[in-house]
């Protein structure tokens, strides 16, 4: 039998803030938050989206900061002005060659955005 995929894992420095962030980012809240239970604050936060479509995110922390381009990354569909606006950056603006913007997360994770629609 293949495996089967389950969830996704984000590797950050600050994961109590760039839960947070990825949470205001993308409309995800904390797993926890939803089952009213608790977890030490050096885990790792697991969050979800609250309509349960999109996949559950566990942001781990690590203690090196990311050193290279993402092997693997999270594609979204919003606006990048008000991603920058949260502190993102942009690294390439959509062009001739791509149709989608690839901006960084406050620690330097890569991810596309593509338009609504």
């Known amino acids: 039998?293949?495996?089967?995929?389950?969830?996704?894992?984000?590797?950050?420095?600050?994961?109590?803030?760039l839960a947070d962030w990825w949470c205001r980012a993308i409309g995800y809240v904390r797993h926890d938050s939803?089952?009213?239970?608790?977890?030490?604050?050096?885990w790792p936060v697991p969050i979800v989206d609250p309509a349960g479509a999109g996949p559950l995110i566990w942001v781990n922390p690590?203690?090196?900061?990311?050193?290279?381009?993402?092997?693997?990354?999270?594609?979204?569909?919003?606006?990048?002005?008000?991603?920058v606006a949260l502190?993102?950056?942009v690294l390439r603006r959509r062009d001739d060659e791509i149709d989608w913007d690839v901006l960084a997360d406050p620690e330097g994770n890569e991810f596309c955005v593509f338009a609504e629609g």
């Open 1 to 17: 039998m293949p495996a089967r995929f389950e969830d996704l894992a984000l590797d950050v420095v600050d994961h109590q803030t």
């Open 34 to 42: 939803t089952t009213g239970k608790s977890r030490p604050r050096e």
């Open 62 to 83: 690590v203690p090196e900061p990311k050193a290279v381009k993402n092997r693997m990354h999270l594609d979204v569909v919003g606006d990048v002005d008000e991603l």
């Open 87 to 89: 502190r993102a950056c």
